[in-house]
């Protein structure tokens, strides 16, 4: 017990009760008593600094198409039907990576950042007859996992496979949120990467099995594959002041701007990849100062002679995606890309041109970086809000408003590490809450049998006590009756037997009789005490017998006469109603010897339905009416009778006796077996 006791006193310092705690009580028996706690702490501390470079989900609306979306009337494929998509590309290409964006839908209850997206899925490359050459994935309960919430399914193929289409298979479908019954099969965009291209770029998109969307102008096959995202721009988190560039504010959007870039020497170049700049407030839509069309030229010279356009773009605005325009490889030293319709969402609102990064690829290289840029129509360079900073230097130095720019294939991969490591995150802290809780039961089982163990001992403890002190008590009773039998009884047994024997030698005398009767009573009533400190035992006579003996000492010079039915001999009365009853019987019999001058008595018990009736009767001159009616008339016997709680009836006239019936209530202590009279 003691031992309990003292885990009580450290379980209650390191539960903290009564004290103001940053953590609850079962965290800090876990970071106490728990080395794997310590453990997942550690490791959740070194996951925040790796998360923190890592590209993130926005959850805010990128602009841009919405990607494919199909419409079915059930949710699972039956027999030979099939619920899918395929991608054709443009030629055979050795696939070593797939990515695939859920698509995303913005409605008044807010962000659904999976719509459409299949409960169970597989992924397949396939060759130009439609044969299967791979099974690359299969997703199932896709609903289920609580981390990937808009996160793009990242698929490494090793070793690469020569393919000629991609077909995602939907073979579960979620209800639509439109609640019109059908099942929707969506998809943001696909990619499917040799190296660093994506080669599912500009590819034939075919949907098997589905019918149209509901909102055509946000869904089409094509838009699965024209590079456009709900994640943004292919940005690393990284500190930096450039935003981009942003050319001075026009009142028509009709004006051209053309912006120039150097590229110092005569290089082999294929594409224009143009970076949207950032909103500068929350009110104004993504795509913020993308031009409405577009044309690029080279030179190789810079004269105004050799200048000749060699691609154009008129697409509308493409959000906070990455545009990149490509034409067949040429040579060139100077890049311009001319805006020939700006950016004007708003009738009051100025028109601008504004990128935040501006690309000229041979390949997949960037020739533009940290390459000088000129604009006749920019404005410099000013602070925009936070202390950034809008300049010609910030449209090419590798960043984007966010972060350093990466290819989109590292984006990928990176948002994937991400992807692994908030997973990793999820598990660790289930992990540490399953550990919390784990140590919240024990610490609720401690305090329980805590609380047990001390009801137990306030109980027990008392309990153990009386036995003990009724034990002790017991033996002084004992003690004390064994004495007054064995010393007081044989001394007035001595003192009666020799009144007998000087009685014989002298003669009667009423000195004599009177210490024979008082000897008598006395031995009678020590007998009644030695009976009384024995409760039992079963050596101890039951309670009529007791009565029927007393009676056969008091009575000895008379006529009496004492009964019992079956069920009184039986008769065993409570301790405390055992005492009452024989101060009582001793009290009436000491009136009939004193008294009623009465030379017969009889006593009568019974158990009639239950209870108790002792009733004693005399043939003496009785109790005159008047004095009976007194209360100081048998006072004694109706006293033991109040206290007792039975009820006294007392009968009889003058010269016909007196009759006493007191009947109680019986709670039976135990039952013995019953005796003849």
């Not at 993130?56 to 079915?72: A, H, L, R």
């Not at 990176?414 to 999820?426: A, F, G, K, P, V």
């Not at 004694?636 to 006796?657: F, H, K, S, W």
Request: aromatic share 6%; proline share 5%; with cysteine.
């Amino acid at each position: 017990m003691t031992r309990n006791l003292g885990f009580a006193a450290i379980f209650l310092t390191l539960a903290g009760v009564g004290e103001a705690q940053d953590t609850g009580w079962d965290q800090r028996l876990a970071e106490t008593f728990s080395s794997r706690w310590s453990e997942i702490r550690a490791e959740l501390a070194g996951l925040a600094p790796r998360l923190a470079k890592l590209p993130g989900i926005p959850i805010d609306d990128q602009g841009g198409t919405g990607g494919y979306s199909g419409s079915y009337g059930q949710s699972s494929p039956e027999g030979d039907e099939r619920f899918a998509v395929e991608i054709h590309f443009r030629a055979v290409a050795e696939i070593d990576l797939i990515a695939l964006v859920p698509a995303r839908r913005y409605d008044a209850s807010g962000l659904d950042a999976e719509y459409g997206l299949p409960e169970d899925f597989s992924v397949e490359l396939l060759d130009a007859d439609g044969k299967v050459l791979r099974e690359v994935a299969r997703e199932r309960n896709t609903a289920a996992d609580p981390v990937r919430r808009g996160h793009p399914f990242v698929y490494r193929v090793e070793p690469a496979v020569a393919a000629a289409a991609l077909r995602i298979s939907a073979r579960t479908l979620l209800p639509s949120p439109e609640g019109d019954g059908t099942y929707v099969h969506a998809w943001a965009e696909a990619q499917a990467f040799e190296g660093g291209k994506n080669v599912a770029a500009g590819a034939q998109v075919r949907g098997i099995g589905g019918g149209s969307p509901s909102a055509p102008w946000r869904w089409g096959n094509a838009y699965l594959v024209d590079c456009e995202t709900p994640l943004g721009l292919p940005e690393i988190p990284e500190e930096q002041a450039n935003i981009g560039w942003i050319s001075e504010q026009q009142d028509t959007p009709d004006r051209a701007i053309p912006v120039t870039v150097d590229l110092g020497a005569l290089e082999e170049i294929d594409a224009v990849r143009l970076l949207p700049a950032r909103k500068p407030t929350s009110d104004l839509p993504s795509g913020f100062g993308f031009p409405r069309k577009l044309a690029v030229a080279i030179s190789e010279t810079g004269k105004d002679a050799d200048w000749r356009t060699v691609a154009t773009w008129d697409l509308g605005n493409p959000g906070h995606n990455p545009v990149t325009v490509e034409f067949e490889m040429v040579r060139a030293r100077y890049v311009r890309v001319m805006a020939e319709k700006l950016w004007k969402a708003f009738d009051d609102y100025p028109a601008y041109f504004a990128l935040s990064e501006l690309e000229v690829l041979a390949g997949d290289r960037n020739l533009a970086l940290d390459k000088p840029v000129r604009s006749p129509d920019g404005m410099g360079t000013i602070i925009a809000a936070g202390g950034r900073i809008w300049s010609s230097a910030a449209l090419c130095d590798g960043f984007g408003p966010d972060g350093r720019l990466v290819s989109t294939r590292e984006w990928m991969e990176l948002l994937q590490t991400r992807l692994d490591l908030e997973t990793r995150r999820h598990r660790l802290r289930a992990e540490s809450a399953r550990l919390v809780a784990g140590w919240r039961r024990t610490g609720q089982t401690a305090i329980g049998a805590l609380v047990l163990a001390g009801a137990f001992l306030i109980v027990v403890l008392p309990i153990r006590y009386r036995v003990h002190a009724r034990r002790e008590l017991a033996a002084v009773r004992e003690r004390i009756a064994g004495d007054l039998h064995d010393e007081v009884g044989s001394n007035l047994g001595s003192i009666q037997m020799f009144a007998d024997l000087a009685e014989g030698r002298a003669g009667p005398s009423d000195e004599l009789k009177r210490i024979q009767r008082i000897a008598a009573e006395t031995v009678s009533a020590v007998r009644d005490i030695v009976w009384l400190l024995r409760p039992s035992g079963d050596h101890r006579i039951a309670t009529v017998e007791h009565l029927r003996e007393t009676a056969s000492i008091m009575l000895e010079g008379l006529d009496w006469k004492f009964g019992a039915s079956e069920a009184a001999w039986g008769t065993e009365l409570p301790e405390a109603a055992n005492r009452d009853l024989f101060l009582y019987f001793r009290e009436a019999l000491h009136n009939i010897l004193r008294h009623s001058k009465a030379t017969r008595a009889e006593i009568r018990c019974e158990r009639p339905d239950g209870r108790f009736l002792l009733a004693i009767s005399d043939n003496g001159i009785g109790i005159d009416p008047d004095k009976l009616a007194r209360p100081a008339t048998l006072r004694a016997l109706r006293q033991r009778a109040t206290a007792l709680g039975g009820a006294l009836i007392v009968g009889g006239a003058p010269d016909t006796g007196t009759r006493l019936k007191l009947t109680l209530n019986c709670g039976d202590k135990r039952t013995r077996r019953g005796r003849s009279k």
